[in-house]
């Protein structure tokens, strides 16, 4: 399930520690940043933007061009995906 509220200035090692089995974070994110992220990712189109999931301690998880699809990748691996400020 989805829950979109703040999380003030959380760090990855808090998120970490509230549960990396639990809690996932979703990111919008620029093809420059998913390169550093997501290093084995295929070439992408410049200028679009991607959504990614990761564990609560930052391990990339998933990536997709919709939000939802992240959401739903979340709930169907029982975490709860939460969006960072």
Not at 4 to 29: H, K, P, S, V
């Amino acid at each position: 399930m989805f829950h979109d509220f703040e999380l003030g200035n959380q760090t990855t090692q808090n998120l970490a520690q509230m549960g990396t089995n639990a809690i996932a974070y979703m990111r919008e994110m620029t093809v420059e940043k998913i390169k550093t992220a997501f290093p084995d990712t295929p070439d992408l189109e410049k200028g679009q933007t991607y959504w990614a999931l990761f564990g609560a301690d930052g391990e990339p998880l998933m990536l997709a061009s919709e939000r939802v699809d992240i959401a739903s990748s979340a709930f169907y691996n029982n975490l709860k995906a939460v969006m960072p400020n």
